[in-house]
């Protein structure tokens, strides 16, 4: 069973940082692009980053680039996003997410494994 668990979320003022991380566990999902996406009251989900498993290329959303940095430990099959420059428009709950296919990008319909999201809220 593919279980993603994020940690990492908290509260934290404008301007300050965060690091959330993801671990897998049930699978090795060697080739396939891993994410995050962030998703706040009454608003879609939306695409923050992801990174793709083979060769560490990494694609951002233009609302967090230059603030935000996915990376990933294959070894520990766990994914991590580091905020920095946090905003209170950054504020969401935030998931971790496993693509259903390796040309996976940036819609969330392409996602098939998901966490159960933690929150980080940004104090102005």
């Known amino acids: 069973q593919v279980q993603l668990v994020e940690s990492g979320g908290g509260l934290v003022q404008a301007g300050g940082s965060l690091r959330l991380s993801c671990a897998v566990s049930?699978?090795?999902?060697?080739?396939?692009?891993m994410g995050w996406f962030r998703q706040a009251p009454g608003k879609e989900r939306e695409f923050v980053a992801i990174?793709?498993?083979?060769?560490?290329?990494?694609i951002y959303a233009d609302s967090v680039k230059g603030r935000f940095a996915i990376s990933r430990d294959n070894a520990k099959n766990t994914v991590y996003l580091q905020m920095n420059s946090l905003k209170p428009e950054d504020a969401a709950v935030y998931y971790c997410?496993?693509?259903?296919?390796?040309?996976?990008?940036?819609?969330?319909?392409?996602?098939?494994?998901w966490g159960q999201g933690t929150q980080v809220t940004v104090s102005s």
């Open positions: 997410a496993v693509a259903r296919y390796i040309y996976a990008r940036s819609s969330p319909s392409q996602y098939e494994y």
């Open positions: 990174t793709l498993w083979k060769d560490s290329s990494t």
């Open positions: 049930g699978r090795t999902f060697s080739g396939y692009p």
